[in-house]
Structure formats: structure tokens, C-alpha cells
């Protein structure tokens, strides 16, 4: 995985040329013009790729450049993930992420890594929109019993 | 039979709660439980790689705990350049909140939502987590509590292990040790107290047409075929042998059990060990 700092030199000036550029006409017609004259012409799915990257970077986010098949140890997958090695650990055991071994450690493809982290993402993003815009609906109201049930335990304890 | 199905420790996970969200200047909509989501959303990054390196693996972190903040297990969490945050580890729910941040060294803020009993997550937090404890798949919501049950369950032979698993299924686990002459074979019996749900609890949205005990023979043994599984046994281990027990009626008007045949120990091989 290559990270790349999160504001990039020209980064603003390029967005906003790609932003002037981004009807039809212009993507299929981007090339890279080298110092000796000669020219290549960008695909529209790389120009794409370029646009995003330039985006992001112009918004002062760090880009990665992550291939499918690199892999992350289960220390840097828990940080992904966002819970405990002891977790991920389990997750291999139960199948739910595949690993490799490498001597006597673990390594996870980071696209499966990923993959995991985006369900448990959109999981995370619909409970948030469910509690804030569907308050009094028979699901939340239960939820919010048993978390409320929880927190009198947590204060009597 | 017992009643008492304590949650099952099977890791932990890392959360924000809405206040601390709110300091970070992360929007509505933004997965409380994703780091990923809330990194993106904030430009208060380091702190949040500090969460996700420091607190993935000690969930109380090695700092010293805050200060007039009315309880002892509140630990700050330093940021690079200045920034103090503040986390709480639930361990009974296996969840690290960061509780709050302030970019400056202000330690008043943590110590003035503590005076008014806001420090900790509030009922929304709470909810929103059931909430996606729910929307997660069998597999993902079941599967890690139930093989963390096997295992606490090979470790300790004869002795059935209890827990609530995912937030929803009481479970009773054991591995009956039957030595055969000068051979040992060993059973595993599965028991899922009645109601399968805990009640208000919603199950995962992809078990809606499996039965249940077929999903949790198949999520702890994949190869099994139904022939090798004893359906509804008449008894189940109640203690170890030494001790006085030994099987117990199965009681089918408050559980559902299985027996699999000839298991055998097979821990896990690298639980503990560092990468």
C-alpha cells in the first residue's frame, strides 16, 4: 500500500481543471504530453481514476493506493476495522475473513478487509438513520428499551 | 436449567459516541462504529489513528485515567499536536467508546459533561448500537460469540459453557469427554434457550428460512452432514464428572439441543500470538 500525502502540490488548480473538463468532450481527448512531444491518450475510466484521486486530494485527504492482492497483518486489520486483534483472530477462525499463512503469521487480503469493513459500515450508517429519522417506529422503540435497560444496569452497578 | 447467560467476551469493538462525533465536527449519518466513516468525515484525523492503532489493542489504553471526571476507568487519549481525547471501555457490551474530543488541552470540557452526566454514551448511542448489532449478518453477529464459546468449551471439558451471544441467543455449549478404553472421543452439544430470542431483539436479516440449530451445527462445523448430528438428544452434560455431575434432561419446553458425535479439540492456533 503506497499513502499519499493529503494535499498534494497542484492539487487544487488540477480539480479545478478537471471540474471545467468533465463533459464528454474533454475526457476523451486527455493526454499526457511528455518533454519529447510525444503524447498518450488517456481512457475515459483512467481519467476517472485521476479525477478521483485529484479530488480527494484537492478536499486535503490522503490518497492509498491499494491492490487487491496486497495483504495486512491482523494488528493493521484490527486498526482498519476499528475493534480488537482477538477479534479479527476470531473472524479468521469463523471464516468471515480468509488469511494466509506466512511462517507463524496471519495475513489478510486487504480487499477482503475491506469488503468486511464496508458491510459493517452501511450496518453502522442505516442504525444512525434509523434512530434519527424513524424515532418512534416499533424497532427503534425496542432498541432504545433494551439500551435504556443497560445503562440502569451500568448506573446501578 | 440456569438462568443466568452472561454476554460472551469475544473481543471488543470501537465506537464514537454523538458528542464526541460532534467535536470532531463529523455530520449526521456518519457510522458511529466505523473509523473509516468518521475519519473520513473529520480533519481531526490523527487523533481518530490514534483510537484505531492505540485502543485496537489495549481497550484501556496506557495512559493514566482521567481526573475529576467522577470514575476511575475514563483514559485519556493524547493527540499529536495538542488535542485531548477521552475513552471508556463497556466491557460487558465488548465496546471502546471515544467519548469526547477537544483540539485544545482542555480537560474542563471532559470534566463538565461529567458533572452533568454527559460523558458517558446516552440512550441514542446505546440504541444505534443494538440498531447495527441487528443489521449484521448471522455470520458476523453470531458466529465469533458461538466459536468463542466452543472454544472456552474445548478448554474446559464436561464443564457446559453459558453466554448470550450477538446481544440475542442464550447458549449452553459443552464438549463431553468420553474416554473409550484407552481412547478419548469427545461430544459437542449445543442447547439454545427458549425463546431462541431475546426478547424485543431483532434476528439477523439473513436468517429467516434456515432453522435454527442447522445454522449454528453448520456455522461451528461447515463439513458436518446432517447424518452425523443427533437431533434433539433426551440429555445433556451438566457438570464434570469429579464433581458429581454428569447429564441432565434435556427440558424441551425451555430449550432446543444437538449433539455432534466424535468432536474433536481443534483450538485455535494462533489466538494470543503476535503478528
Same mark, same amino acid.
Given at each position: 500500500? $503506497?499513502?499519499? *500525502?493529503?494535499?498534494?502540490? !497542484? ?9 471545467? &473538463? ?13 518533454? @519529447? ?22 478536499? &486535503? ?14 494488528n493493521e486489520a484490527a486498526a482498519l476495522l476499528g475493534v480488537s486483534r482477538p477479534m479479527v483472530m ?6 468471515? =475473513? ?7 503469521h496471519h495475513r489478510l487480503a486487504i480487499a477482503d478487509v475491506i469488503a468486511l469493513q464496508q458491510q ?38 | ?11 471488543? /469493538? ?52 482521567? %481526573? ?8 485519556? =487519549? ?25 483540539? /485544545? ?6 470534566e463538565d459533561r461529567a458533572a452533568n452526566d454527559d460523558l458517558l454514551p446516552s440512550v441514542d448511542d ?9 443489521? =449484521?449478518?448471522?455470520? /458476523? ?6 466459536? /468463542? ?8 471439558? !464436561?464443564?457446559?459453557? $453459558? ?6 441467543? $442464550? ?11 484407552? @481412547? ?38 461447515? @463439513?458436518?452432514?446432517?447424518? *452425523? ?18 447429564? $441432565? ?5 425451555? *430449550?432446543?439441543?444437538? %449433539? ?16
Open positions: 500500500m $503506497r499513502v499519499f *500525502e493529503n494535499h498534494l502540490e !497542484n492539487a487544487d488548480e488540477l480539480a479545478a481543471a478537471f471540474d471545467a &473538463h468533465s463533459s464528454t468532450d474533454g475526457w476523451d481527448r486527455t493526454v499526457i504530453r511528455f518533454r @519529447d512531444g510525444d503524447e498518450v491518450e488517456l481512457s475515459p475510466d483512467f481519467v476517472d481514476f485521476l479525477a478521483a484521486c485529484v479530488q480527494a486530494s484537492a478536499e &486535503h485527504k490522503r490518497v492509498a493506493l491499494v491492490t487487491d492482492d496486497e495483504r495486512v497483518s491482523p476470531r473472524w479468521i477462525d469463523d471464516g468471515l =475473513l480468509e488469511s494466509e499463512r506466512v511462517g507463524s459493517r459500515t452501511k450496518a453502522g450508517r442505516e442504525a444512525a438513520r434509523l434512530v434519527a429519522e424513524e424515532p418512534d417506529s416499533p424497532r427503534v422503540k425496542t432498541a432504545r428499551a433494551r439500551a435504556e435497560a443497560r445503562i440502569a444496569k451500568r448506573k446501578s452497578a | 436449567m440456569p438462568d443466568d447467560y452472561p454476554p460472551i467476551d469475544d473481543g471488543y /469493538q470501537l465506537r464514537f459516541t454523538r458528542r464526541a462525533l460532534d467535536d470532531l465536527g463529523c455530520p449526521p449519518g456518519v457510522a458511529p462504529g466505523s473509523i473509516e466513516d468518521v475519519r473520513r468525515a473529520t480533519v481531526h484525523k490523527p487523533i481518530v489513528d490514534k483510537l484505531a492503532t492505540q485502543r485496537s489493542t489495549v481497550p484501556t489504553g496506557t495512559e493514566d485515567p482521567m %481526573r475529576n471526571v467522577g470514575r476511575s476507568d475514563i483514559y485519556s =487519549l493524547h493527540g499529536p499536536a495538542g488535542g485531548r481525547a477521552c475513552t471508556w471501555y463497556d466491557d460487558d457490551a465488548g465496546v471502546c467508546w471515544f467519548l469526547g474530543f477537544t483540539p /485544545q488541552h482542555d480537560y474542563a470540557l471532559f446505546e440504541t444505534i448500537f443494538e440498531i447495527e448489532q441487528e443489521e =449484521l449478518d448471522f455470520d /458476523q453477529r453470531i458466529g465469533p460469540g458461538l466459536r /468463542q464459546l466452543v472454544d472456552l468449551a474445548e478448554r474446559a471439558p !464436561n464443564a457446559p459453557q $453459558r453466554a448470550t451471544v450477538g446481544l440475542l441467543l $442464550r447458549l449452553e455449549v459443552c464438549v463431553e469427554l468420553l474416554v473409550v478404553e484407552d @481412547d478419548s472421543l469427545s461430544d459437542l452439544t449445543i442447547s439454545v434457550r427458549l425463546p431462541p430470542v431475546v426478547e424485543g431483539a431483532v434476528p439477523p436479516p439473513d436468517w429467516s428460512d434456515e432453522p435454527l440449530l442447522e445454522r449454528l451445527v453448520a456455522s461451528v462445523d461447515p @463439513d458436518r452432514s446432517s447424518d *452425523e448430528v443427533e437431533w434433539n438428544p433426551a440429555s445433556l452434560p451438566s457438570g464434570p464428572a469429579e464433581e458429581g455431575a454428569g447429564q $441432565r434432561r434435556v427440558d424441551h419446553a425451555r *430449550e432446543v439441543a444437538v %449433539r455432534l458425535p466424535n468432536w474433536r479439540s481443534k483450538p485455535s492456533e494462533d489466538s494470543g500470538s503476535q503478528s
